[in-house]
């Protein structure tokens, strides 16, 4: 029986609070062990079951919405669980398809192959004789992992700044994860995914996925292909068998950059487990995660790489701005500067020392701090390609990944570093050209007699202007003090020269006793300043 909204929201806050994370919440001092508080958010994930682990994975593929060891801890949260009956699963299949298990299969097996936290899945072969498996989505999961980020999200909105200035428009994050995982929940969209995968991947020899079955395929039920080889990328078993595991690195590499640059469509979770060795050829399974990058993101993708080779720091920032959903006013020049720093870091190393992953995740650390919303997409590929290099280093620890991106980008006919060049936009740039040349002699001619008749006017814009401009004025009130001082023991001492009378040798006296006594106040708000 299913918790209600208010019980479960209860049992959340309270596991929650056991994992000390009642801080968050009872006062607004940060945790001083920012690594334990991400294994312990982790723990608490794992303690609330099958719909947090679930939440849990799908923020791990949301760089923008915690620090990067949180993302990390909660990329290792097992996708295992409890199996649920084989009774369970007979009468899923015979709701959602209105056949009986034998009305369509020979044999079923009873022991799942796996129990994961969405769906479980058992081995069956078709009466055609087909060797097939059938993924069935967990009883009740759909309610409550859509309850359970409905409540996560009541949770974190309510948290103080203390929480919330980690984050990057959480309201909106979680609006997203709920779609998508309502996208998710329906078998037949991973079906549709499987069919264009394999569609767009006809030609290439090296890489396929299995067949799904479109007929014996609802929102809770997935028939598809039982793909038999060798599982989890096994160093051992690739060797035995007789293939190259640079030959495979490579190919698995160069399948994602095609599934990214040419087809728009990728894997969104190409870990171990999702990969097989059959017959020549990687089988990549499980598409409940994937993501489309359109035509524009992918250009802005190649411009992005191609304004770090050209050095252009303002260039980078635009395309970042362009793609990014931006919410509150970006200090351009602060921004200016990360990128900067961004940029020396990887003209200082070698070709041979940076990896993609690294430069995706350190683009999205500078557009998480200046509250830059990346496309999901865009961070959902930072995701992939994370646990794709991975998997290709710990098979063939030699290779060497952004080269064979480079390779890949420069040979590959569909992507130019630069511009399509065409006589369209030849003949449109030269009459912009012959357009702008006609007009620069009269302003020039406009801007030389503006200088001769004395009407110039320097406009200057100040990067915190109030700031600079209030200590500059400091500046020159102490010099003004200080002159005046100066003057006053100046003057005292001219009196007391040329004095003759007491009384005036003792205004004399008090004079040079106050402007000490200004020059000692003077000289202890200086140092008070710390600018001294």
């Known amino acids: 029986m299913s918790k209600t909204s208010r019980e479960r929201l209860k049992e959340i806050a309270s596991v929650l609070a056991s994992y000390g994370f009642g801080h968050i919440y009872?006062?607004?001092?940060?945790?001083?062990?920012?690594?334990?508080?991400?294994?312990?958010l982790r723990k608490a994930f794992e303690e609330l079951g099958p719909s947090f682990i679930k939440i849990g994975q799908i923020i791990s593929t949301r760089r923008d919405l915690l620090p990067n060891n949180y993302i990390q801890e909660l990329s290792k949260l097992r996708d295992d669980a409890p199996p649920f009956s084989y009774n369970e699963m007979r009468r899923i299949f015979k709701e959602d398809l209105g056949l009986s298990l034998e009305d369509v299969f020979a044999y079923v097996d009873e022991q799942p192959l796996a129990s994961a936290s969405v769906a479980q899945v058992h081995k069956a072969r078709l009466k055609?004789?087909?060797?097939?498996?059938?993924?069935?989505?967990?009883?009740?999961?759909?309610?409550?992992?859509?309850?359970?980020?409905?409540l996560f999200s009541r949770i974190v909105s309510m948290a103080p700044n203390t929480v919330k200035e980690m984050l990057v428009d959480a309201e909106s994050a979680f609006k997203e994860m709920l779609e998508t995982t309502k996208i998710e929940l329906d078998f037949r969209n991973e079906a549709k995914y499987l069919v264009k995968f394999r569609e767009l991947n006809q030609s290439a020899k090296a890489v396929t996925a299995p067949k799904p079955y479109l007929k014996l395929t609802s929102k809770r039920i997935l028939v598809e292909e039982f793909v038999d080889g060798i599982k989890g990328l096994d160093s051992s078993k690739i060797v035995s068998a007789g293939y190259d595991?640079?030959?495979?690195?490579?190919?698995?590499?160069?399948?994602?950059?095609?599934?990214?640059?040419?087809?728009?469509?990728?894997?969104?979770?190409?870990?171990?487990?999702?990969?097989?060795?059959?017959?020549?050829?990687?089988?990549?399974?499980?598409f409940g995660i994937t993501g489309e990058l359109s035509s524009n993101v992918r250009e802005s993708l190649v411009k992005l790489v191609n304004s770090l080779v050209l050095e252009d720091i303002e260039s980078m920032m635009n395309i970042l701005l362009q793609m990014a959903i931006v919410k509150t006013k970006v200090d351009r020049f602060a921004l200016n500067e990360d990128l900067s720093d961004f940029y020396h870091t990887y003209v200082s190393r070698s070709f041979k020392n940076i990896d993609l992953s690294t430069f995706f995740s350190d683009v999205l650390y500078i557009t998480h701090k200046h509250k830059m919303i990346m496309p999901n997409d865009f961070l959902l590929l930072a995701?992939?390609?994370?646990?794709?290099?991975?998997?290709?280093?710990?098979?063939?620890?030699?290779?060497?990944?952004?080269?064979?991106?480079t390779s890949y980008i420069k040979t590959n006919d569909s992507i130019s570093f630069f511009d399509s060049f065409s006589k369209d936009k030849l003949m449109v740039g030269l009459y912009q050209f012959a357009q702008n040349s006609v007009s620069i002699p009269i302003k020039l001619t406009k801007a030389l007699d503006t200088i001769n008749n004395g009407r110039i006017k320097i406009h200057l814009d100040l990067v915190d202007g109030n700031v600079k401009w209030t200590g500059l004025n400091k500046m020159v009130n102490r010099i003004v003090f200080a002159v005046i001082i100066a003057a006053l023991i100046l003057a005292s001492a001219?009196?007391?020269?040329?004095?003759?009378?007491?009384?005036?040798?003792?205004?004399?006296?008090?004079?040079?006793?106050?402007?000490?006594?200004?020059?000692?106040?003077?000289?202890?708000?200086?140092?008070?300043?710390?600018?001294l």
């Open 26 to 40: 009872n006062t607004r001092i940060r945790s001083r062990d920012k690594e334990q508080d991400a294994k312990n």
């Open 128 to 150: 055609s004789g087909e060797n097939v498996i059938i993924k069935v989505q967990r009883p009740e999961i759909e309610e409550n992992l859509l309850r359970d980020i409905r």
């Open 245 to 286: 595991k640079q030959d495979i690195a490579e190919k698995l590499m160069y399948s994602f950059l095609s599934q990214v640059f040419h087809d728009g469509f990728f894997h969104g979770d190409p870990h171990q487990g999702n990969l097989i060795i059959k017959n020549q050829q990687i089988v990549f399974l499980d």
């Open 383 to 405: 995701k992939s390609l994370t646990i794709l290099e991975g998997v290709i280093t710990e098979l063939y620890p030699d290779i060497n990944v952004l080269q064979i991106a």
């Open 494 to 531: 001219v009196i007391l020269a040329v004095a003759e009378g007491t009384g005036v040798s003792l205004l004399a006296i008090v004079i040079f006793i106050g402007a000490g006594v200004m020059g000692l106040w003077l000289l202890i708000s200086i140092i008070k300043s710390g600018t």
